[in-house]
């Protein structure tokens, strides 16, 4: 189900600037059941997102109440809420009275292997990188066409993910989750301050990881790390199998951060 401003509908207008331009926001929440663990998080992302876009910030009670009504009796729904600038006159220039469309529609859970929890990932090393844009770095708008030339590097079935760097060479995120590293017993997630997607699981990860320090990662240590795993709000906590011909195994912190996962209200398989 789908709903745009609040009425079931399925289509914007043409001259709406989300389409045109890319100019808005989105976030990506898992239900389960009537319950969206992460939804404070992503709440809080979405209204960094509007100061920083200069967006008027919308009611996250109203969100709420549309969220449920698009999810119906699904057990596991992936809810998908996306906020444009609305319908503006040609060119760049954002209008001077701005009307947002908000757009809050459901989708069933995409099954996960138990085996993907339990023996991880296999990752494609990326050659798109990400460009640095301070401004738009850690929040989730709605231009992802970076991450789109990343994913359609590799179509192989047994790669679930594609490792992305920054234009520096510092590894950054996966394409659609963020990235952790253990390195001489210590985790380290890549800082986010030039460019890539603060995740809300991401966050909380480190407020489970008290020892995690979040800063540059050179692809190199990266590789050389005693384990590697990635977050996402939808798919959970994921051991890194291997990244190109560099092989891992899923390692103490993967499993204790699953557990966590868990705690929160998630179950970490679905057949």
């Known amino acids: 189900m789908m709903l745009v401003n609040g009425q079931p509908r399925d ?9 045109s331009y890319g100019d808005g926001l989105f976030e990506t929440i898992r239900f389960v059941g009537d319950k969206a663990p992460l939804w404070t998080r992503h709440m809080q992302r979405l209204l960094t997102g509007c ?4 967006m008027p910030a919308p009611d996250p009670q109203q969100l709420w109440q549309e969220a449920l009504q698009v999810r119906g ?16 006159e040609r060119g760049y220039a954002p209008p001077v009275a701005c009307i947002a469309t908000r757009i809050v529609a459901a989708f069933a859970m995409p ?30 708008h709605l231009n992802r066409l970076e991450q789109v030339l990343a994913r359609a590097e590799w ?10 760097c920054d234009q ?24 986010l301050d030039r460019c890539g997607v603060a995740g809300v699981a991401r966050a909380a990860v480190l407020d489970a990881l008290d020892d995690c320090h979040v800063r540059n990662l050179p692809l190199a240590e990266c590789l050389r790390a005693s384990e590697l795993f ?28 699953q557990r966590c996962w868990r705690d929160l209200g998630f179950p970490t398989e679905q057949a």
């Open 11 to 19: 289509s914007v207008s043409a001259l709406d600037r989300g389409l």
């Open 51 to 54: 100061e920083r876009l200069r």
């Open 73 to 88: 009796d699904l057990a596991h729904t992936v809810v998908r809420i996306t906020l444009t600038r609305g319908v503006g």
């Open 111 to 140: 099954p996960i292997s138990a085996v993907v929890y339990a023996d991880g990932i296999r990752m494609h090393p990326c050659q798109t990188t990400l460009a640095d844009q301070p401004l738009l770095a850690g929040i989730k």
């Open 155 to 164: 179509n192989d079935p047994s790669i679930g993910e594609g490792l992305v």
């Open 168 to 191: 520096h060479g510092n590894a950054i995120s996966a394409t659609a989750a963020n990235l952790f590293a253990v390195i001489d017993g210590v985790p380290v997630t890549p800082a």
């Open 230 to 257: 990635l977050s996402s709000s939808i798919r959970g906590i994921l051991p890194v199998q291997a990244v190109g011909d560099t092989v891992y195994a899923p390692g103490p912190v993967a499993r204790a951060m």
